[in-house]
T-cell receptor, first 117, second 116 residues
Framework: NAGVMQNPRHLVRRRGQEARLRCSPM?????VYWYRQLPEEGLKFMVY????????ESGMPKERFSAEFPKEGPSILRIQQVVRGDSAAYFC???????????????FGNGTRLTVT | AQTVTQSQPEMSVQEAETVTLSCTYD???????LFWYKQPPSRQMILVIR??????QNATENRFSVNFQKAAKSFSLKISDSQLGDAAMYFC?????????????FGQGTRLTINP
């Protein structure tokens, strides 16, 4: 029973390139959350998606960042024209339907560490 | 907006001793959930314990227990009989019970060191 799968585990990009981070939720989970963790800091919420819908993107930077969760395939967090300040660990978490209740814990992936050189 | 504050960037404890990690939060909601997550060097986020705000009884999971003080908006984690494997970053988190607002809000974390 696979957990939340994120790939790649490590990603190195030069300034100005694009970064694409992938997240496959747990089986049966239809809701995905993306978080960013800067060194020595807590996780900061970025975006909350369900299949084909963005529910809450209040934590997403206004420019260069986008996220999708298509009907088929993994959720993608895309960062265009990366800058050094984008270097961080990006975590994905999934949950079942909201009807399971907010007490149902989020299941986290192991994160993607993005390094911008 | 809700905020979570962990005022102890670092804590250390002798193996087999007890340690308490502090967490306070700010919210205007009456119904919510609180969590403690552990993050070892592997970066994996592991749920340690959770508490429903409507429950007065403090949650307990083996060596881990919480002291939930709703009026004071305090949610501390007590680790008894500390083990070397407990060494990690610990994050306190808040989650609203409101539909559609169920993202986790994390504190800054406390790095726990276990001294053998």
């Amino acid at each position: 029973n696979a957990g939340v799968m994120q790939n790649p585990r490590h990603l190195v990009r030069r300034r100005g390139q694009e970064a694409r981070l992938r997240c496959s939720p747990m089986k049966g989970h239809s809701h995905v959350y993306w978080y960013r963790q800067l060194p020595e800091e807590g996780l900061k919420f970025m975006v909350y998606l369900q299949k084909e819908n963005i529910i809450d993107e209040s934590g997403m930077p206004k420019e260069r960042f986008s996220a999708e969760f298509p009907k088929e395939g993994p959720s993608i967090l895309r960062i265009q024209q990366v800058v050094r300040g984008d270097s961080a660990a990006y975590f994905c978490a999934s949950s079942p339907l909201p009807s399971a209740g907010p007490n149902s814990p989020l299941h986290f992936g192991n994160g993607t560490r993005l390094t911008v050189t | 907006a809700q905020t979570v504050t962990q005022s102890q960037p670092e804590m250390s404890v002798q193996e087999a001793e007890t340690v308490t990690l502090s967490c306070t939060y700010d919210t205007s909601e009456s119904d919510y959930y609180l969590f403690w997550y552990k993050q070892p060097p592997s970066r994996q986020m592991i749920l340690v314990i959770r508490q429903e705000a409507y429950k007065q009884q403090n949650a307990t999971e083996n060596r881990f227990s919480v002291n939930f003080q709703k009026a004071a908006k305090s949610f501390s984690l007590k680790i008894s009989d500390s083990q070397l494997g407990d060494a990690a970053m610990y994050f306190c988190a808040y989650r609203s019970a409101t539909q559609g607002a169920q993202k986790l809000v994390f504190g800054q974390g406390t790095r726990l060191t276990i001294n053998p």
